[in-house]
């Protein structure tokens, strides 16, 4: 008889979460979980326990791979590999499912890191290489009802300074330059720094006011 | 109005419960919009003022004070038009048997003048304009912000706020009311009667704390002087509230100088999800194809006449739309053209489903096709054919404003006539769907009981037989509540079609909600038809047909449906009851700009009257809808009981506002101040306009952001 209780409570369990392959049969318990974790501020980062990515890897990688964190969405770490190239623009995805799209090093989509960069219209890597000057962004989200909505901002770049950096296998010279960015919604500053060929290395890039800044790092390959 | 009959409302499902749960989470309506008052509208304690809530929140508000208890759902209709519905408990309203007295009322506030450098807001204001004078005030107020912690609000009312302190009678003597069977408005009493001044103030203290203060105008003459409820020892009431950010408060009140009060607030913002965003992996990207010189084996079009080639078409193409979620029905390729038909049960938005499938085709088909067309396919039936160019996605993918650039280059036509496909899937679902998942039914406003509920678990089923025709049922099993105990007897005159539901509630379990066949077909262009025949809904079974008229591109659609059902027996078995009627319905659809929709359905209904049923609606692409319905009908106000005729409001949130999952289930709520037996519809499943707009022109455009999602 006594076999007999846990057997209830599975069946019990079963109930209250729902199950079958209708579409809709687990949303009831997946609703409950997804608001529990938002008010216990758990929800919004890609993955909840992305793997903590090691710069070791990067010596050993064939292929190129790009290190994002992601401080905002509770210090979200990984690895993203090429999935696709469309002319100038590779886009990179993590093993959770997320990417992000690069336009020479320059952030101009992500998908599915919670509040999305939807698309953009930024300076080019060789624009943010000179170290001066002022540039024009426009960056489109989507609202809670689904309406894209635009963001613009006047940007001036400025550097900050030149180092010899090693990353991964390379051992690169690499100017650091900054990007203010002011608008009617607010502002950020993105940091860049750049070989001679105005090649981006490593990045700190705004993404959406959700999501905050993305931190990448190119190496491998 | 004073109503004392019960009503049930219509299933809850998981949304009581995900709603009541969203109001936890301190991540709703935008920062900063007005506070409500213990009526539940915008306003001070127990005084309106004249703000308005951001456009499209939707509020709920408890108040408590004096025995009195206020459960209120105000809904900013248009950024300068708000209602109300609420739901008032009088305690200790008869001394010698103490009891609780259950009231409803609606309200509607307009806002003539918005606040502009010295001017201040204007409000017209109508509380409990349908029914009783009970609760009846009409009033006019201004409110002045003159620093931006400090407000005043100043305002002149009739009726309960002309009650006390009156300045004198502007439009003639207030009229006794006879509200014969109630529900229609009492506009004979509309500022009539003693006028009587109110005001207050509102300080911002700091982020979180508000102070107000006012000076009432309202007596309460009956809950003091006849009932005795409290005692009224001054008309200056003062509280303190705290904002737990996003719309959601809580307040305490000193009130009348003997009574203190309670006040709990919430918001929803409907474009604003609770769990921020739908979070979902990244699309399939476009992958480029290498130009004709670069790469020229890659364009040959001798694919076309391989057989070998197809059959690896087929396995990429089931492979890269189950990566999507969607579903491969069938495929058609020409050395220049690809017709791609597809299921989606995973996206809300139907222009996601279609820039994913889009992509997922440039994956997949040889450089040389350069058109793609895609037809989304929903129980057998092609919804409509996007036309959309390779090159322009493999342009635009990271082009500024990528989704905006794309729009005027997509065609949306009738997806007949189709291609004869080369190629077909079975893979797009499985041919047996089933689920075991909890339910929760809600009765509300029974003056015995005003909340019952049933808990317990729905098992459901849907068998594929061939495209468009299918076999589905669902059972239900309680497990705990006290929706059963309710002996009302209904004391319609009219067959009993809707009022007997406490004896489906007692004698309905188990209940097999639904058992029928459906056959759905979309035989020429414009036009749809469904044949379901069963046991179709809880209280009736039978065979029920319909055809609509809806070309793709069109705002306007038309539908005409013909039923022939029994009423079935009380124990929701497979027994029916003599009770047996023709129904039938002829309906106009249209969508109005700004996301409105407008229906009008006229005909016989399941009692046998004839008449009409206007419904209007808001509407948001993610799928949040709140509207309000009407129905007009051959019986007589004294035929038809309480409330008059049939009317009510409905709330409709999709469950991935919620969750923030992909998914397209919506959750939906039918509140009626009163069910009663005029003007009732059957509840068959899956009328077919509610499937086919999911892809017209009106919709795919107002959801076009998503497209590159």
Known sequence: MKAVQPIKALVLLTLLAGCGNMPDSQELSGTVTALVSTIRGQRGAVAPNAPASDLKVAKWSKTPLLFVSLPKLRGYRSMFRVINVNADVVTWLSPEGADISLRNGVLIQSRGLTDDLMSSQAPTAPEIGKGSGTTERKMAYLNGADQTFVLSYQCSLRTIGQATEIIGPHKVQLKHVDEVCAGPSGSFTNQYWLDGTSRIWKSVQWVSEKTGYATMLVAGG | ?709
């Open chain 2, 1 to 709: 109005m004073l109503l004392k009959t019960p009503r049930l409302a219509s299933r809850l499902g998981a949304l009581l419960l995900g709603t009541s749960l969203a109001g936890l989470a301190p991540v709703v309506a935008k920062a900063g919009s007005p506070s409500l008052n213990l009526w539940g509208a915008t306003g001070l304690i127990d005084l309106p003022s004249a703000e308005m809530q951001p456009d499209g929140v939707l509020n709920t508000s408890y108040a408590r004070f004096g025995g009195i208890a206020r459960v209120t759902l105000s809904y900013q209709i248009l950024p300068r038009i708000s209602g109300s519905f609420r739901y008032t408990a009088l305690n200790g309203w008869n001394s010698t048997f103490p009891t609780t007295y259950f009231d409803r009322s609606f309200d509607l506030r307009f806002q003539i003048l918005k606040e502009h450098g010295y001017l201040p807001s204007l409000t017209l204001g109508l509380q409990d304009f349908i029914g009783t004078d009970l609760l009846s005030a009409e009033y006019l107020v201004a409110t002045k912000s003159v620093t931006p912690h400090l407000k005043f609000t100043l305002g002149l009312g009739w009726g309960r706020l002309g009650s006390h302190g009156s300045i004198g009678t502007l439009f003639g003597a207030r009229p006794s009311i006879n509200f014969g069977q109630g529900g229609t408005a009492s506009t004979k009493q509309w500022f009539r009667g003693p006028a009587a001044p109110f005001g207050g103030l509102e300080w911002q203290i700091s982020d979180r704390w508000r102070f107000k203060a006012e000076y009432s105008s309202d007596a309460y003459k009956l809950e003091i002087g006849q009932h005795h409820m409290f005692t009224r020892g001054s008309s200056i009431n003062a509280g303190l509230e705290y904002d737990l950010g996003k719309g959601n408060r809580i307040g305490i009140y000193e009130l009348y100088g003997t009574k203190l009060g309670v006040s709990l607030q919430f918001a929803l913002d409907p474009q604003e999800r609770v769990v921020g965003t739908i979070i979902d992996g990244a699309p399939i990207p476009v992958k480029v194809r290498p130009t004709q010189a670069a790469d020229p084996t890659a364009w040959s079009t001798s694919w076309v006449s391989q057989p070998q080639q197809l059959g690896a078409l087929k396995t990429s193409m089931e492979y890269l739309l189950k990566l999507q979620r969607l579903g491969l029905v069938s495929l058609a390729v020409t050395a220049d053209t690809a017709q791609l038909a597809f299921t989606n049960t995973t996206y809300h938005n139907s222009t996601e489903a279609i820039g994913r499938a889009a992509r997922a085709l440039s994956q997949a088909m040889p450089a040389s096709v350069e058109t793609f067309e895609l037809i989304p396919v929903t129980d057998g039936m092609p919804l409509a054919k996007v036309t959309v160019k390779r090159s322009d996605l493999e342009r635009l993918e990271f082009a500024p404003d990528a989704a905006g650039q794309l729009a005027p280059l997509v065609r949306v036509t009738d997806a007949l006539p189709m291609k004869t496909p080369q190629i077909q899937s079975t893979a797009a679902a499985p041919r047996l769907q089933w689920s075991v998942a909890p339910y929760l039914r809600a009765g509300l406003f029974d003056p015995v009981n005003p909340f019952r509920y049933e808990l317990g678990v729905r098992v459901a089923a849907r068998y594929r037989l061939a495209p468009g025709l299918f076999i589905a049922g669902s059972a239900t099993k309680r497990a705990i509540g006290d929706l059963n105990n309710n002996n009302r007897t209904s004391n319609s005159v009219l067959p009993h079609v809707r009022t007997d539901y406490p004896l489906y509630d007692q004698h309905g379990d188990p209940a097999l909600e639904n058992l029928y066949v459906a056959w759905y077909d979309h035989p020429l262009r414009n036009i749809y038809t469904r044949v379901s025949a069963g046991y179709l809904e809880r209280m009736f079974g039978g065979i029920s047909s319909e055809v609509l008229w809806q070309p793709v591109g069109s705002r306007f659609a038309a539908g005409a449906e013909l039923d022939y059902v029994r009423q079935r027996d009380y124990s929701i078995g497979f027994a029916f009851r003599p009770y047996h009627v023709v129904t039938g319905l002829v309906s106009l659809y249209y969508q109005l700009p700004g996301n409105f929709l407008a229906q009008l359905d006229a005909g016989r209904y399941l009692a046998g009257d004839k008449g009409a049923t206007l419904t209007v609606s808001r509407e948001f692409a993610n799928g949040w809808r709140v509207g309000a319905f009407a129905t007009k009908t051959n019986v007589s106000a004294a035929q038809f009981g309480e409330g008059s005729f049939d009317k009510g409001l409905f709330f409709t949130i999709p469950l991935n506002w919620l969750n923030g999952a992909p998914s397209q289930t919506l959750a939906s709520v039918i509140i009626r101040p009163i069910q009663r037996d005029g003007g009732q519809t059957l509840d068959v499943p899956g009328r077919l306009y509610g499937i086919v707009r999911a892809y017209n022109q009106g919709t795919l455009s107002s959801q076009w952001g998503r497209v590159f999602r």
